[in-house]
Structures are given as C-alpha cells and as structure tokens.
C-alpha cells in the first residue's frame, strides 16, 4: 500500500521549497487534497497526517465519503462539472464550490444554500487553455458574470479556478496562471474582493505558486495513480 502519510509529507515538503523559492508566504498557500476516486479510508489516513481539506469530483462518491467521515472536521470542496439539476446536495454538503460556470448555477446555489449554514465559498472557472474540451468560461465573459455572481447571497465570490493545458516545460506552464492572476487583480481593481487563485496540480504546482496561486489541487502527488472510471 502506497504510504500516504510520507506522500503527503513530500508535498508539503515541495510547497514550501517553491514558497521559499518564488518569495510567497507559506501561510497563503492552502493544500487542498484531491482524492476523487480514493476510498474514504485514504482519506483519513491523510486526515491522520493533518490533511483537512479535501476536493472532490463526483457528487454521490462525494457524498458517500462526507457522511463516512462526517465524525472528523473536515473541509469539502466541489471541484467537478455541476448539473443544474445536482446544486441542492452541493449547497448542502460542501464548503467550497471551485467549478461554476454560469450565473444559473450560482443563483441556484445561492437559493439552496442552507440559512443555517455559513456562505458557500465560490471560485468562476475560467477556460484558461481555450480548449474546447473544457468547461469553463472565457476571459471575456469574466468581468460581467463576477459582477452578478458576487451580488448573490449566501454564496461568496473568492476567486478563480483554472485546469490548465498541460505544458511540460516551466516556463510554458507559468503562461496561463499569469493570465488567471491578471484575471483576478483586474477585478479586484474593478471593486471586487477577490482573494483566491485555485491553479496548480500535480504536474504545475511550483508554475502555478511562482504565479501567485493561494490553493493548489493535488491528486496523484498524495494519493497515487488514479485507475480511470470504467
Ligand atoms: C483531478 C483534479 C486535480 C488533481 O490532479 P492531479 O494531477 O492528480 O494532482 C485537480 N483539479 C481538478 C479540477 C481535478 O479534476
């Protein structure tokens, strides 16, 4: 078995070389562990380890492992596609929501966002790379969509999210988080109070740190491989 606790260690390890290297605070730099597709037993050996957040993909795989893990406070965070038609159990059960992408969504997270509960920590996905394949809006259509998401209530508005095209050289891979990071400082000059930048995975955390990233998503780096859904 893949020991995740030392896994885990050397992530911490490398955050805090690139921190060091690319003169970031290590305090504004928050891992969260990507564990889609990981048995909730992986998940608290990494909570054993002082991991509490925690990203997620699938929605009802998700909410297996929130309920198998409700005795530990845990942070969840929603970085998959939404349906329309999922937002109830996503505004019920989640912390964060990282991957919304049209004002319906965030409307429909804001009306059922519990009113017992804190707001819902949203980050817009912007489709960095342009690719088609990919969800997420564009950089035009940023400006608008920020505006009328963050006059929402029960949700609140605290940045960006990108999944890059993989680049396999550092400099390449430094490109589109800049651009994210020019996204973001350009609504906050816009009077939005911005202050999350999620980009950096296991193939471009030290690109995405360098260029101010304040959440990498890990998967691989802590948990392994991923054996692909059938
Ligand atoms: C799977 C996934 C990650 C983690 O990717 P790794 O390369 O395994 O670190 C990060 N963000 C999103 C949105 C993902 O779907």
């Known amino acids: 078995m893949r020991d995740i606790t030392q896994a885990l260690t050397q992530v911490q390890d490398s955050l805090r070389q690139a921190a060091e290297k690319h003169q970031r605070n290590l305090a504004d730099i928050q891992l969260l562990a990507v564990s889609k597709t990981r048995p909730a037993t992986d998940l608290e050996a990494a909570y054993n380890a002082g991991q509490t957040a925690f990203g997620e993909n699938y ?3 998700a909410l297996d492992k929130i309920e198998a893990l409700q005795h530990l406070p845990l942070e969840w965070h929603f970085i998959g596609p939404i349906q329309s038609n999922k937002t ?3 505004a019920e059960h989640f912390d ?3 991957s919304v992408d049209r004002l319906k969504i965030a409307r429909r ?3 059922q ?3 017992d509960l ?3 920590n949203i980050c817009l996905q912007i489709n960095i790379s ?3 394949s990919k969800s997420g809006i564009t950089l035009a259509e940023l400006p608008a969509l920020a505006q009328e998401i963050s006059a929402l209530p029960n949700i609140t508005l605290r940045g960006l999210m990108a999944i890059p095209a993989p680049a396999d050289n550092f400099d390449d891979q430094r490109i589109p988080h800049r651009a994210l990071k020019k996204a973001l400082d350009d609504l906050n000059s816009q009077g939005l109070n911005l202050d999350t930048l999620s980009m950096g995975m296991s193939g471009d955390m030290e690109a995405a740190i360098a260029e101010g990233s304040t959440m990498v998503r890990i998967g691989t780096a802590i948990f392994g491989k991923r054996t692909p859904k059938a």
């Open 118 to 120: 804190t707001p819902l």
């Open 96 to 98: 964060w929501v990282h």
């Open 59 to 61: 929605l009802q795989e």
């Open 130 to 132: 342009a690719e088609a």
């Open 88 to 90: 109830k159990p996503i």
């Open 109 to 111: 997270l804001s009306e």
């Open 113 to 115: 966002r519990p009113p």
